[in-house]
């Protein structure tokens, strides 16, 4: 069963940091595409960074030299690190992966970034 959960989301103020996490079962973690995507209040999902199984790495224009994506395959988890943190960013964050040309997602997290 392919599971996706995501934690690490919390109340930040601007400028600050937050690490996501994304715990994936079984062998996931090794395909091809894995990203994560965001939703803010009244507006459409959109992906903020995603990753293949060679380590390529895309970012939205929005996050770039802001937020960076990883992934540790011996622990089955995908990261996204955020710094500099602004109001914008504020959404909730999902976790996805296209494995056996299906799309599967977790549940996300929700990241507040206010003061």
């Known amino acids: 069963q392919v599971q996706l959960v995501e934690s690490g989301g919390g109340l930040v103020q601007p400028g600050g940091s937050l690490r996501l996490s994304c715990a994936a079962s079984?062998?996931?973690?090794?395909?091809?595409?894995m990203g994560w995507y965001r939703q803010a209040p009244g507006k459409e999902r959109e992906l903020v960074a995603a990753?293949?199984?060679?380590?390529?790495?895309t970012y939205a224009d929005s996050v770039k030299g802001r937020f960076t994506i990883s992934k540790d395959n011996a622990k089955n988890t995908m990261y996204l690190q955020m710094n500099s943190l602004k109001p914008g960013d504020t959404a909730v964050y999902y976790c996805?992966?296209?494995?056996?040309?299906?799309?599967?997602w977790g549940k996300g997290t929700l990241v507040t970034v206010s003061s």
């Open positions: 996805s992966a296209i494995y056996s040309r299906v799309q599967y």
């Open positions: 079984g062998s996931i973690i090794s395909s091809n595409f």
């Open positions: 990753i293949t199984s060679g380590g390529t790495t």
